[in-house]
């Protein structure tokens, strides 16, 4: 089981950024993918953006070309730069990893962090 934990939320200004850090603890084997979930009040979690292990990337459409994803595997952690931040990227942000265990699939969540843009 893989122990996640967040920082780097809190209240920006829209077009403001921060960064998002998440490091990942206890029994790791091989996490193939690690990314940033996110969840606004009424709305389900979706995805924000995944980096796999040799670092290819995907974005939601929404955050392409103002969030940046990237993993450091020595400090087993992954990022998430946010740049030019809307009122819309206001949600509980939830790191994610998923490591192969046995042949089974192991889903990790953090607790999550909160990234609230308002004026």
């Known amino acids: 089981q893989v122990q996640l934990v967040e920082s780097g939320g809190g209240l920006v200004q829209p077009g403001g950024s921060l960064r998002l850090s998440c490091t990942a603890s206890?029994?790791?084997?091989?996490?193939?993918?690690m990314g940033w979930y996110r969840q606004a009040p009424g709305k389900q979690r979706e995805l924000v953006a995944v980096i796999t292990s040799a670092f290819s990337t995907n974005y939601a459409a929404s955050t392409k070309g103002r969030f940046t994803i990237s993993r450091d595997n020595a400090k087993n952690t992954v990022y998430l730069q946010m740049n030019s931040l809307k009122p819309e990227d206001t949600a509980v942000y939830y790191c994610?990893?998923?490591?192969?265990?046995?042949?089974?699939?192991?889903?990790?969540w953090g607790q999550g962090t909160q990234v609230t843009v308002s004026s």
């Open positions: 206890g029994t790791i084997f091989s996490i193939n993918t």
């Open positions: 994610n990893a998923k490591e192969i265990v046995g042949g089974a699939l192991q889903n990790s």
